[in-house]
């Protein structure tokens, strides 16, 4: 597959090449005639090549599978280009007579992965609309219990002592952010040692152990985790409730859109007759033998 993208990367570069150079796209664009409106549908030709025929439906279609770098160009490079690369390529698949094995194998699996696209897009079609973002919003929050966030910041040093000397200072007067930009070992340093808001499960235990049992204000330390040692202000604590809608939309919609493949993958998969071979008898190194195909 990494040979398809390649060559096909090759292809339109030839392909867009001979189209800048045509004199045509020599001119301005302002300069070019405008020609008339030609009513067209995905089954007009564009081309016909050894009695093969190339319609815009096919142009169409690899306009979407080209490289990244041709994707800005603009349509009327990419139409005659588009063109140019199909009939290339058409000549070059006549040219090699019967498919080889691997192409062949290729072409199977293309097929498999465009026709299982085409289905998980019509499950997708059906998985959202707000009823069932609400609905689903209801069902996860409604109960929802408030729950306490903290806003912290902290000190990170490497031993107890050097912990201990820092809540020294801060009981002289020492400001708190400035000692933390000053000796943090941590990411928060620079940045006054802020953690901004964080709640249950999101810091190791013995940190949101001491947090919890503090009050707004208050500093705490020495306090060992694997990081190292801390000392900890905490700045400010409240009670968290349900999130608006809004809020986790894009979360929900996700769940849904997960909900709904599984379970026409499982309900597929159910009246499907599938007959497995064993596979412990097989080398896995096998997947490295392109020879195979050959």
Do not use: C
Not at 118 to 147: G, H, M, S
Not at 161 to 184: C, T, V
């Amino acid at each position: 597959m990494k040979n398809l993208a390649k060559n096909t990367a090759l292809l339109a570069g030839a392909a867009f090449m001979l189209t800048l150079a045509a004199p045509g796209f020599a001119q301005d664009a302002s300069e070019q005639p405008e020609a008339a409106a030609t009513e067209v549908s995905a089954d007009t030709v564009l081309a016909t090549v050894n009695g093969e025929q190339i319609t815009l439906g096919h142009v169409i279609a690899a306009r979407y599978s080209l490289p990244e770098q041709f994707q800005v160009l603009p349509n009327e490079i990419l139409l005659p280009g588009l063109v140019d690369q199909l009939i290339q390529q058409t000549v070059l698949g006549q040219a090699i007579g019967e498919m080889t094995r691997r192409a062949q194998v290729q072409l199977d699996n293309e097929q498999r992965a465009i026709v299982a696209t085409e289905k998980l897009d019509e499950v997708l079609a059906d998985a959202i609309d707000d009823e069932k973002v609400a609905a689903a919003y209801e069902e996860q929050y409604a109960n929802a219990e408030p729950t306490p966030e903290w806003n912290a910041s902290h000190i990170l040093v490497e031993t107890e002592e050097e912990a201990q000397a820092l809540l020294d200072e801060l009981e002289g007067g020492a400001d708190f952010a400035d000692l933390a930009r000053e000796h943090s070992t941590g990411p928060t340093g620079p940045s006054g040692g802020a953690l901004d808001w964080f709640g249950p499960g999101m810091m190791v235990e013995p940190f949101e152990v001491a947090v919890s049992g503090m009050s707004a204000g208050d500093v705490a330390g020495p306090i060992q985790t694997q990081f190292g040692w801390h000392v900890v202000k905490l700045n400010d604590t409240r009670m968290k409730g349900a999130p608006d809608l809004e809020e986790v939309r894009g979360e929900i919609q996700e769940q849904l859109e997960n909900d709904a493949v599984e379970q026409a993958l499982a309900a597929l998969l159910e009246a499907a007759t599938i007959e497995r071979a064993e596979l412990e008898g097989i080398d896995p190194n096998v997947l490295s033998d392109m020879s195979l195909l050959d």
